[in-house]
């Protein structure tokens, strides 16, 4: 799957790049033309009479970075917010020449503020599209507030979810308002999982993490074991609180306490659910046996890194550093998707109701090129953006899932995370 060439990846999209110079040039009935004769604009629709309205707001809540692990690693200050940034600029460019005008604001709530009053000013003020950089607890309180305030008459709204991976948002507690860009726990453990299997590494050693989203990985992670048919053979829980990491004997510590720690039953890749990153990091080459780390740590399966250069993922990753003056994160691609995917909507259908931008969404017709070599569509039974995995190492991406040989009756892409048969969610139906 992803020594595939892209398809499905317009060239208008090279950022608007061909289209302003070209803008300069042609009048607007000749550009619609051009842009008809591109595919970004579908025969029957032409060119639109009257300006297309479309407000997106930004929604999160008000947080210091985490300390980083590493004095290599940069505290990001804006994560999400630079990508949602470089996405609207995306849409602006394109919308610039179809008469739409994309409105924005980036709103973070304070811990103290009730968010359900500031949403349900945002959709009665005229937000439409909600791009909800937030937690489960809080993704519940907006999804409420969003159905509250948006009636028919206002043409509803819609959320993207462009953090939280919790596989019950996609399942049980699913809602009809709310589609999800940033891949859940159960894509990213099938992913890996995928690899393993290809790599017949069938026996592991699982540690879990403090924390409930180490927990709810770790879930994920043993789930994806049993259906791809691997063995975990030992696991343990580490109840440690971090210590001083920078101290003198930090480092001796970690190299007495570990190997004592994994002394687990033979195994071929050494497991781990460290999702705030306290304690995975020291796993890799002081285990009592030499084997690779994967998990949150080591070898990681994720939505995007900066190791990643395929299918012209280099273009978007110079892109947002000449912006941001950073690397692209996950959250910041997630954002970015989100945005785009309201854009094309918009694009194609040339018009701003949520209703309708859901129901394209959602729709055989929508795709998304996202660089990573495949065009990206949304599940219709419960709003899961579907997206290749990157299975990146620190400095090198090792692989991208689903692999090869693992079949699907509809998409690939659906043999990672819970598919069709198995989902829980009645929002979408």
Request: charge should be negative; include cysteine; glycine fraction near 8%.
């Amino acid at each position: 799957m992803h020594d595939r060439p892209t398809r499905g990846v317009p060239s208008w999209r090279v950022h608007g790049t061909v289209a302003s110079a070209l803008g300069a040039r042609l009048g607007g009935a000749l550009l619609a033309g051009w842009l008809i004769g591109l595919g970004v604009l579908p025969p029957a629709t032409g060119w639109a009479a009257d300006p297309v309205q479309v407000s997106i707001a930004r929604v999160s809540r008000a947080e210091s970075p985490p300390e980083p692990l590493s004095f290599l690693d940069r505290p990001v200050e804006d994560d999400g917010a630079a990508g949602a940034e470089l996405g609207l600029q995306d849409n602006r460019t394109t919308g610039a020449f179809l008469g739409h005008d994309y409105a924005y604001e980036n709103v973070v709530v304070a811990t103290d503020q009730d968010l359900a009053e500031r949403v349900s000013a945002l959709v009665a003020g005229g937000s439409r599209f909600l791009l909800l950089d937030l937690d489960a607890a809080d993704l519940a309180i907006a999804g409420q507030a969003m159905d509250e305030v948006a009636g028919d008459a206002a043409g509803g709204a819609l959320g993207f979810n462009v953090r939280d991976q919790s596989d019950a948002l996609r399942n049980q507690d699913c809602r009809a308002n709310l589609l999800h860009v940033v891949p859940s726990r159960a894509m990213r453990a099938d992913a890996l999982a995928q690899y393993l299997s290809w790599k017949r590494w069938d026996e592991v050693a699982l540690v879990t993490g403090r924390h409930p989203s180490d927990a709810a990985f770790a879930a994920a992670l043993e789930r994806a074991i049993t259906r791809f048919g691997l063995e975990v053979v030992d696991r343990a829980d580490w109840t440690r609180e971090p210590g001083a990491r920078r101290t003198d004997s930090g480092h001796h510590t970690a190299q007495s306490e570990i190997p004592v720690f994994t002394r687990f039953d033979d195994h071929d890749v050494l497991l781990v659910a460290d999702e705030l990153d306290e304690f995975g990091e020291y796993l890799s080459y002081r285990s009592e046996r030499p084997r690779p780390v994967a998990g949150s740590q080591g070898l990681v399966p994720t939505a995007w890194s900066r190791t990643h250069e395929q299918w012209g993922a280099t273009q978007i990753q110079r892109r947002f550093e000449k912006l941001a003056e950073r690397t692209m994160t996950p959250r910041d691609q997630a954002a970015w998707l989100a945005m785009r995917s309201i854009g094309e909507a918009v694009t194609r259908l040339q018009a701003s109701r949520a209703e309708a931008v859901r129901e394209f969404l959602l729709g055989p017709d929508f795709t998304l090129a996202g660089f990573k070599g495949v065009p990206l569509t949304y599940r219709d039974w419960n709003g899961q953006l579907r997206q290749p995995i990157l299975l990146s190492a620190p400095r090198m991406l090792v692989s991208v899932s689903p692999q090869d040989g693992f079949l699907h009756r509809t998409s690939e892409l659906d043999t990672l995370g819970y598919d069709r048969p198995e989902s829980a969610c009645e929002a979408f139906q």
